[in-house]
C-alpha cells in the first residue's frame, strides 16, 4: 500500500478528499469489532451494537431451549439462525461505515486505523 500512495500512508486531508470523490475506502471488519470497547469510540454505539451482537449470538439456543419446552414448528430455530447471522454480517458493515465516519470527524481516530492496520485504501486509478 506504501508503494502505491508514494511511500508514505495517505495523510488526513487526502483520506478526506479520497473520502469526498466516493473512491473505496474499507475498514478491517475484524479490526473494527477490536475496537468496538476502546475508548474512543463512544459508549452509545459500543452499548448498542453489544448490545445487537449479543441478541443474536444467544438468540438461537433460546429459541431451540423454547421449541424444547413448548409446541411451535422447529424450522423457527433454523430461521431464528440464518435471521441472526444475516444481523451480524450486517452489524458488522455498519460497524466499519461508524468507525469510517468517526475516522472523518476526527484525525486522533483516523491516525489510530492507519497506525494499527485497520484502513484498507484503494489507489485513485482502480
Known amino acids: 500500500m506504501k508503494v502505491l500512495w508514494g511511500g508514505g500512508f495517505p495523510e488526513w486531508d487526502e483520506y478526506k478528499l479520497h473520502k469526498d ?31 445487537i451482537l449479543g441478541l443474536c449470538f444467544f438468540s438461537s439456543p ?21 435471521l441472526s447471522i444475516t444481523i451480524i454480517k450486517l ?5 466499519t461505515v ?11 481516530v483516523y491516525k489510530i486505523l492507519v497506525a494499527n492496520g485497520g484502513m484498507e485504501f484503494f489507489p485513485i486509478g482502480e
Open 62 to 82: 433460546i429459541v431451540a431451549l423454547l421449541w424444547f419446552f413448548s409446541e411451535f414448528s422447529a424450522w423457527w430455530i433454523l430461521g431464528v439462525f440464518l
Open 91 to 95: 452489524t458488522r458493515e455498519t460497524l
Open 98 to 108: 461508524t468507525l469510517s465516519n468517526l475516522a472523518y470527524k476526527d484525525e486522533n
Open 21 to 51: 470523490k466516493g473512491f473505496p475506502i474499507g475498514i478491517d471488519k475484524t479490526f473494527a469489532l477490536k475496537l468496538l470497547n476502546t475508548s474512543f469510540i463512544p459508549r452509545k454505539i459500543s452499548f448498542s451494537f453489544n448490545g
